[in-house]
């Protein structure tokens, strides 16, 4: 582990896997920054719970940015350019978000990351992600860059196999996790979420997760 001071604020970059770190507090300067443009967007844009290809509802609650958003479905999981509940095209990931997903990944080791979506899911108490693979984007050469905000979340992080061991992290408030490279395919998840309290999300968890697509 690798400790450093950055912002006078304490943090430190613990690597996972060949290709993926676990950069804690990476995002905290910019934590309330972002907590205020995704509550903006969540009003004309509000999260939706996607559905699984076994018609099950998530209970996580999904929203996107980008040129490119994610959606569930019955018919599979995928991308679609507009946003099916508002019927507009998704709106742009915003700079300052862009700028963050590029310095992270840039301190997990890839250069030049220009994502195209960025997916945002709310947890509310109980909302969780089973062990997956994220294998919906057609581009692997680039890395998943995933910024966690408002209440802790236990994540999980695996290997290329379902069954392999996996690594429990707490995830807090400015949290990002890089993972890229070898560990692109790697399975994770999310337990169910905690009841706690954050001072500006309230009893929620954010999760920006920028990838390319194409
Ligand atoms: C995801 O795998 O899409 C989300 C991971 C997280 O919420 O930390
Ligand atoms: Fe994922």
């Known amino acids: 582990m690798i400790a450093d001071l950055f912002s006078e604020q304490m943090t430190s970059q613990v690597q996972l896997a060949a290709g993926a770190y676990w950069l804690r507090g990476f995002a905290l300067p910019q934590a309330d920054m972002l907590c205020d443009i995704l509550t903006q967007h969540f009003v004309d844009n509000p999260p939706q719970q996607m559905m699984t290809p076994m018609g099950y509802k998530m209970s996580v609650r999904t929203t996107s940015f ?66 997956h693979q994220d294998k919906d984007e057609q581009d692997f050469s680039q890395p998943i860059v995933s910024v966690s905000l408002g209440i802790p979340a236990i994540f999980l992080f695996g ?50 997760t920028f990838r390319k697509v194409i």
């Open 159 to 208: 290997g290329a196999k379902r069954s392999d061991k996996t690594t429990k992290l707490t995830l807090t408030h400015g949290d990002v996790v890089v993972w890229g490279g070898a560990s692109r395919w790697f399975y994770h998840g999310v337990n169910p979420i905690k009841p706690d309290q954050h001072p500006v999300l309230g009893k929620v968890r954010c999760n920006l």
């Open 66 to 131: 980008g040129q490119f958003g994610w959606v569930g479905t019955e018919r599979g999981y995928g991308y679609t350019k507009k946003n099916a509940f508002t019927k507009q095209p998704w709106l742009p990931i915003p700079d300052s978000f862009l700028d963050l997903a590029q310095q992270a990944a840039l301190q997990g080791g890839y250069k030049d990351f220009i994502p195209d979506t960025c997916l945002v899911n709310v947890y509310e108490v109980g909302s969780k992600m089973g062990l």
